[in-house]
């Protein structure tokens, strides 16, 4: 298998590693992850145990995967963005003894096919970040993000939609409530707060 591990990153016997992923320097991949074909591991990233990565992810420098996150195919993770899992976060119990891993429940972070988090974005768990959408750098995202929606802020609102080249679209003239990706001309309908795309490319 064509996989790339830098020396110095620690991958677990019991992780799986797709054919033509490369993971850095100092990255960690905990046991029972299973990272998909041509990813990319960035340098100090994490990778919790048992995390789920699908296929052409990036995950970029310092980012912070905790576990039981699932990244679908397509997902880009900016530098030091961190997808959290302990709703209620508490180091000791109300006794003042230290909290096991049994003494929690941990919820996971969802990003869809696609869906990007710039740098130092945050995913409070649980929430869905969906397909194609996009998280503004340094957003706190408290609530499940739309397929294509663009987020922003603290906490992350939507702010206008992306397309799958990544650009904001623009609504057509004379139009209302069709969007048109600038790059690629690509068209968008928007009903009832849902975008969804036109022809070839579009999925139920």
């Not at 046991?31 to 990778?47: F, H, K, P, S, T």
Request: aromatic share 4%; hydrophobic share 45%.
């Amino acid at each position: 298998m064509n996989v790339r591990v830098q020396p110095t990153a620690q991958v677990d016997k019991a992780a799986v590693v797709g054919d033509g992923s490369s993971v850095w320097d100092l990255a960690q991949i905990r046991e029972d992850a299973v990272l998909g074909a041509n990813c990319i591991v960035g340098r100090g990233a994490y990778i919790g145990s048992g995390v789920q990565v699908g296929d052409n992810v990036k995950i970029q420098n310092h980012a912070l995967v905790y576990e039981p996150a699932r990244l679908a195919d397509g997902v880009f993770v900016g530098p030091a963005a961190v997808l959290t899992n302990d709703l209620n976060p508490r180091a000791v119990d109300p006794d003042g003894s230290l909290k096991r891993g049994s003494d929690w429940e941990a919820v996971g972070v969802t990003l869809d096919e696609g869906a990007s988090l710039g740098a130092r974005a945050v995913c409070v768990a649980p929430v869905r970040v969906g397909r194609w959408a996009m998280v503004a750098a340094g957003s706190v995202v408290t609530k499940d993000v739309r397929d294509f929606a663009l987020v922003a802020g603290v906490p992350a609102r939507p702010i206008g939609w992306v397309g799958r080249a990544g650009f904001r679209l623009v609504e057509r003239d004379g139009e209302p409530g069709v969007w048109e990706c600038p790059r690629t001309g690509a068209l968008h309908d928007e009903r009832d707060g849902v975008l969804t795309e036109r022809g070839a490319g579009a999925r139920g």
